[in-house]
T-cell receptor
Framework: AQKVTQAQTEISVVEKEDVTLDCVYE???????LFWYKQPPSGELVFLIR??????QNEISGRYSWNFQKSTSSFNFTITASQVVDSAVYFC??????????????FGAGTILRVKS | DSGVTQTPKHLITATGQRVTLRCSPR?????VYWYQQSLDQGLQFLIQ???????AKGNILERFSAQQFPDLHSELNLSSLELGDSALYFC????????????FGPGTRLTVT
């Protein structure tokens, strides 16, 4: 079964702190895709990153970085020097591209990040 | 702005009624997805269409149906509405029938009273 677990329900930090959002996934195959999405208070879902299971290189984009570790089935997201605008709900998601599943995103429950000034 | 449009933004209706939610994908995208976001169920996949044909179904209720038209826009029809159908309904689109990133519309907030 495909499953994504985001154990941290809510995290509060003070501006300029670094924060890591955890994501653990379960899937039965070797080919899969991992995603992070951001949902700010306005409600829309914003795509942040897509990573396939064969690419274990970590990625950095500005203040954002992602650590993909197949050995622990984790795809963690770190925000460096957090800002108030980073306050949002962050979702980790998985696509396991089997015929019966199409390309459905399986989402974790989300982590609420609150950044205080 | 993702390029995916959804109408209406808000919808308030009574139990037993039927509503239609509309979605226009990003220019060039052939796949359309519908998701439901509720407090108790989180974000759940409902259905995917690719170039007019149904590609995959999630836990979509029989009271719900969808279609994708030749111009690639999609509609989600919800009938015999119940209080529990109150949720945020998202449409997303992607380039093809592969696990590319999906871009989400702003959502339609449905309130059933």
């Amino acid at each position: 079964a495909q499953k994504v677990t985001q154990a941290q329900t809510e995290i509060s930090v003070v501006e300029k702190e670094d924060v890591t959002l955890d994501c653990v996934y379960e899937t039965r195959d070797t080919t899969y895709y991992l995603f992070w999405y951001k949902q700010p208070p306005s409600g829309e879902l914003v795509f942040l990153i897509r990573r396939n299971s064969f690419d274990e290189q970590n990625e950095i984009s500005g203040r954002y970085s992602w650590n993909f570790q197949k050995s622990t089935s984790s795809f963690n997201f770190t925000i460096t020097a957090s800002q108030v605008v980073d306050s949002a709900v962050y979702f980790c998601a998985l696509i396991y591209p089997a015929r019966e599943y199409g390309n459905k995103l399986v989402f974790g429950a989300g982590t609420i990040l609150r950044v205080k000034s | 702005d993702s390029g995916v449009t959804q109408t209406p933004k808000h919808l308030i209706t009574a139990t037993g009624q039927r509503v239609t939610l509309r979605c226009s994908p990003r220019s060039g995208d052939l796949s359309v997805y519908w998701y439901q976001q509720s407090l108790d169920q989180g974000l759940q996949f409902l259905i995917q269409y690719y170039n007019g044909e149904e590609r995959a179904k999630g836990n979509i209720l029989e009271r719900f149906s969808a279609q994708q038209f030749p111009d690639l826009h999609s509609e989600l029809n919800l009938s015999s509405l119940e209080l529990g159908d109150s949720a945020l309904y998202f449409c997303a689109s992607s380039v093809g029938n592969s696990p590319y990133e999906q871009y989400f519309g702003p959502g339609t907030r449905l309130t059933v009273t």
